[in-house]
């Protein structure tokens, strides 16, 4: 995964890769003490195995399309879906075609 975070007010392009997704690499676009957005590649047949997020999640599909599983459940997402979980929830994804989607994680609050 590389590193390419945003400044404070600096605009990011989200569009899709298009042509250049198959040479394209996962990249964190920000990380802040309360927010992470990780742009995630998958080529097609890659897996992901199950896992957790340290905080609620949002999986927005950019381009080509995923399997999602949670809960039991596989989810198919497209260009344009938007997933949501709880922290903690346990999930797997899998490419069906190369893709690409904005993975953003809300981090709990850390108390003093």
Do not use: Y
């Amino acid at each position: 995964m590389t590193t390419a975070l945003a400044q404070l007010s600096e605009v990011i392009d989200v569009r899709p890769l298009a042509d250049t997704l198959a040479s394209s690499q996962t990249t964190t676009l920000l990380k802040t003490n309360h927010v992470e957005v990780i742009r995630m590649v998958l080529r097609a047949g890659k897996v992901i195995s199950e896992h957790k997020a340290p905080g609620e999640i949002l999986v927005q599909c950019l381009e080509g399309r995923i399997t999602f599983t949670a809960m039991g459940e596989q989810k198919q997402l497209r260009a344009g879906d938007l997933l949501h979980l709880a922290t903690g929830d346990v999930h797997a994804v899998e490419a069906v075609l190369d893709s690409s989607f904005l993975l953003t994680i809300i981090l709990p609050s850390r108390k003093a």
